[in-house]
T-cell receptor, first 113, second 111 residues
Framework: AQTVTQSQPEMSVQEAETVTLSCTYD???????LFWYKQPPSRQMILVIR??????QNATENRFSVNFQKAAKSFSLKISDSQLGDAAMYFC??????????FGTGTRLTIIP | DTGVSQDPRHKITKRGQNVTFRCDPI?????LYWYRQTLGQGPEFLTY????????KSRLLSDRFSAERPKGSFSTLEIQRTEQGDSAMYLC?????????FGPGTRLTVL
């Protein structure tokens, strides 16, 4: 069974600084996908970034990048040049192709002006 | 806006009442999912449809819960004889490729 662990319930960062959110996962599959989703207060959950396990290169989307360590089963999210609009709950999730996402418990990110 | 809509956005009900939620997916997405999210937790999978066929149900989906997707379009999730433990956000999502698109959710409060 898939498990996803986020050990940081809350994080804060100064505006314009860089923050890293941690995530570890467990899977017995060799082919899987990992995701970071953002859930702003009272708003829809949206995909931030995705990583295919078979790709060694870390995914990057503008200010968002991941550090994917397959052997360590670690998948952290780095947010550069943090902006006020980045404040949200961030969820790490995994997908083994069995049709459901498995989510971690989330990290609440606060941006300090 | 992801293109997935849910109705109602909020529902307050008394214990023992039945409630029904609706999800309208992105039209070309044939896979539809229901998740439940309680406070301080990540979403948990409830059930999944491929077109009109319900292919998988979580053990979280007790006999009081039923989901349908007639004609493979919109979906409904009904909870009968609601209990206080049913209070949660109910999220709908549709899938294209390996990306899931989430609706805004229906927040259920059972008094």
């Amino acid at each position: 069974a898939q498990t996803v662990t986020q050990s940081q319930p809350e994080m804060s960062v100064q505006e314009a600084e860089t923050v890293t959110l941690s995530c570890t996962y467990d899977t017995s599959e060799s082919d899987y996908y990992l995701f970071w989703y953002k859930q702003p207060p009272s708003r829809q959950m949206i995909l931030v970034i995705r990583q295919e396990a078979y790709k060694q290169q870390n995914a990057t989307e503008n200010r968002f990048s991941v550090n994917f360590q397959k052997a360590a089963k670690s998948f952290s999210l780095k947010i550069s040049d943090s902006q006020l609009g980045d404040a949200a709950m961030y969820f790490c999730a995994s997908w083994e192709g069995n049709e459901k996402l498995t989510f971690g418990t989330g990290t609440r990110l606060t941006i300090i002006p | 806006d992801t293109g997935v809509s849910q109705d109602p956005r909020h529902k307050i009900t008394k214990r023992g009442q039945n409630v029904t939620f609706r999800c309208d997916p992105i039209s070309e997405h044939n896979r539809l999912y229901w998740y439940r999210q309680t406070l301080g937790q990540g979403p948990e999978f409830l059930t999944y449809f491929q077109n009109e066929a319900q292919l998988e149900k979580s053990r979280l989906l007790s006999d009081r819960f039923s989901a349908e997707r007639p004609k493979g379009s919109f979906s409904t999730l009904e909870i009968q004889r609601t209990e206080q433990g049913d209070s949660a956000m109910y999220l709908c999502a549709t899938m294209s490729g390996n990306e899931q698109f989430f609706g805004p959710g229906t927040r259920l409060t059972v008094l």
